[in-house]
């Protein structure tokens, strides 16, 4: 069992950045992370992923280029630093981990969730 919470968001204006950051209770060298989004009245989607030892990194084309996925295996910490922003990357941000291996881009391959973080991008 892994308990994730999610700090860091806020307001920024376009153009701004802002690093996220996710706090594991458990070993998070077991789990595969990753940071998803949803918007209102959209679904939940993928942001970055990154494997366990943290050499192999994944991104949303909307994101890449912009946004670095970051991990502290010793500290059970993961982070999302997002500059460049866009009134788009305005959502609720969530931590995931999973136990599964491979890109990972969809809801089902993630087995833990945090609670969100809101980030809003003004325009």
């Known amino acids: 069992q892994v308990h994730l919470v999610e700090s860091g968001g806020g307001l920024v204006q376009a153009g701004g950045s802002l690093r996220l950051s996710c706090a594991a209770s458990?070993?998070?060298?077991?789990?595969?992370m990753g940071w998803f989004r949803q918007s209102p009245g959209k679904e939940r989607e993928f942001v970055a992923r990154?494997?366990?030892?943290?050499?192999?990194?994944y991104y949303a084309d909307s994101v890449k280029g912009r946004f670095t996925i970051s991990r502290n295996n010793a500290e059970n910490m993961v982070y999302l630093q997002m500059n460049s922003l866009k009134p788009e990357d305005t959502a609720v941000y969530y931590c995931?981990?999973?136990?599964?291996?491979?890109?990972?881009?969809?809801?089902?391959?993630?087995?833990?969730w945090g609670q969100g973080t809101q980030v809003t991008v003004s325009s």
């Open positions: 458990g070993r998070t060298l077991r789990y595969a």
């Open positions: 990154i494997n366990r030892s943290g050499d192999m990194r």
């Open positions: 995931a981990a999973s136990k599964s291996y491979g890109v990972g881009t969809v809801f089902n391959d993630y087995d833990y």
